[in-house]
């Protein structure tokens, strides 16, 4: 039995030699499940903080409530000489994904 695998474009087969790809690459195709709140974390701090630049980046994990998640950030912004961490807090319904709410918390450290 043949099994076809799609992987970067290129059709393989099982009985076909495998590609040797960096294990780091293989890791790159596979996008974490708070990909997509991550990148409205990123999107919304932009929007509230226009003339800084977001230099780093932390998913701090998930909380789970009855109906909805929270995904939890913290982004690290640079606006002039001044350094700050925003903890962005994402609550989205479980059964819609529909975003509830958005906080924003400023921290030095």
């Known amino acids: ?14 009985n076909s030699v495998p590609i040797d790809l960096p294990a780091l690459e293989l890791a790159q195709l596979e996008l974490p499940a708070y990909a997509k709140w991550g990148r409205l974390a990123v999107k919304e ?22 109906h909805s998640v929270i995904e939890k950030f913290k982004l690290w912004l640079k606006d002039g000489n001044h ?12 059964e819609t994904e529909k975003v509830m709410n958005i906080q924003f918390t400023e921290t030095v450290k």
């Open 83 to 94: 350094e700050f961490g925003v903890f962005v807090r994402i609550e989205y319904s479980i």
């Open 45 to 66: 701090t932009q929007l509230k903080y226009p003339h800084a630049n977001i230099i780093d980046y932390l998913h701090e994990g998930n909380e789970t409530k009855e």
């Open 1 to 14: 039995m043949h099994k076809t695998f799609l992987a970067l474009g290129i059709i393989m087969t099982s």
